[in-house]
């Protein structure tokens, strides 16, 4: 069964600091995997889509990688913002079946 | 360039009423179409999704119904709401299942 899995499931931390977030897959055949932000209320906006051949992605301050050996893929992200708050979610897609989404990360930056 | 349209925002209806949701998508043609359903604290929820007019295929069996009328409308219905069919839905649409979905803004149903 394709699975998606992501932790942590929230964390906090302040303003300015990097934080990284995680995503373990078990989707064969692996095709692509994507990095949302969505916030709170809002629909999910994308922020990288790395396929099997790319390690490493960036989208400004959001840095992705991906380890199609291991089946992990991490999300970094530089020098938060307090607009950085929002829930990330992985989405991992087999073939051409409908892709698997992870239940995502709660992210709040203080300041 | 394409946008993706979802309304009402907000929407809260007695247990036992009727659903409508509707979803249009501008600037594309034969686009792939997504409903999802996103409870508290949970991931989203593949519900329905459509290849094409009149092509609907249901994830997961549940209260609800969609259609797709037309090329680039998708309808979320329920003839009778559940207090559990209460969450945040989400169309979205697609070029095809391994390219990026743009999501709508969501509709926040609350059945009371």
């Known amino acids: 069964k394709n699975q998606v899995e992501q932790s942590p499931q929230s964390l906090i931390i302040l303003e300015g600091k990097n934080c990284t977030l995680q995503c373990n897959y078990t989707v064969s055949p692996f095709s692509n995997l994507r990095w949302y932000k969505q916030d709170t209320g809002r629909g999910p906006v994308s922020l990288t889509i790395?396929?099997?051949?790319?390690n490493t992605k960036s989208n400004g301050r959001y840095t992705a990688t991906l380890d199609a050996d291991t089946k992990q893929s991490s999300l970094h992200i530089t020098a938060s913002q307090l607009s950085d708050s929002a829930s990330y979610i992985c989405?991992?897609?087999?073939?051409?079946?409908?892709?698997?989404f992870g239940r995502g990360t709660s992210l709040i930056v203080h300041p | 360039s394409q946008t993706i349209h979802q309304w009402p925002a907000t929407l809260v209806q007695p247990v036992g009423s009727p659903l409508s949701l509707e979803c249009t998508v501008e600037?594309?043609?034969?686009?792939?179409l997504y409903w999802y359903r996103q409870a508290a604290g949970r991931g989203l929820q593949l519900l329905f999704y459509s290849v094409g007019i009149g092509q609907i295929s249901s994830e997961v069996p549940q209260n609800l119904s969609a259609s797709r009328p037309q090329d680039r409308q998708f309808i979320l219905s329920s003839k009778k709401l559940l207090l559990s069919d209460s969450g945040f839905y989400l169309c979205a649409w697609s070029e095809d299942p391994l390219t990026e979905a743009f999501f709508g803004q969501g509709t926040r149903l609350t059945v009371v």
């Open positions: 989405v991992v897609s087999a073939g051409s079946y409908i892709p698997t």
């Open positions: 600037g594309t043609s034969n686009p792939n």
């Open positions: 790395m396929t099997f051949s790319e």
